[in-house]
């Protein structure tokens, strides 16, 4: 039974920083892709970022290239976005999600396994 459990949110000023983390038992990280997404209130869940399995190759929402790093530690079978100068429009539920293919994926209804999530919130 596959299991995502984030951690690492909390408050933060704008321009803070903050580093999420993603522990998956029940997957190997090496043979899915991951990914993270993001709901604020009152919208629709957008994808954030994603790390394919095999290769590693990566892609960013525009909205956060340049402020967010997505990677993986295979050995510890775990995810994280680390996010740089965070802003209030970054404010949201943050969930990881992994696909059990090789292939990167922006789409969220591709994923087919989630985490319950965890919130960040960025005060002006």
């Known amino acids: 039974q596959v299991q995502l459990v984030e951690s690492g949110g909390g408050l933060v000023q704008s321009g803070g920083s903050l580093r999420l983390s993603c522990a998956v038992s029940?997957?190997?990280?090496?043979?899915?892709?991951m990914g993270w997404f993001r709901q604020a209130p009152g919208k629709e869940r957008e994808f954030v970022a994603a790390?394919?399995?095999?290769?590693?190759?990566?892609g960013y929402a525009d909205s956060v290239k340049g402020r967010f790093t997505i990677s993986k530690d295979n050995a510890k079978n775990t995810l994280y976005l680390q996010m740089n100068s965070l802003e209030p429009e970054d404010t949201a539920v943050y969930y990881c999600?992994?696909?059990?293919?090789?292939?990167?994926?922006?789409?969220?209804?591709?994923?087919?396994?989630w985490g319950q999530g965890t919130q960040v919130s960025v005060s002006a």
């Open positions: 790390i394919s399995g095999l290769r590693g190759i990566i």
């Open positions: 029940g997957r190997s990280l090496s043979s899915n892709t």
């Open positions: 999600a992994a696909r059990q293919t090789y292939s990167l994926s922006r789409t969220s209804n591709e994923y087919d396994a």
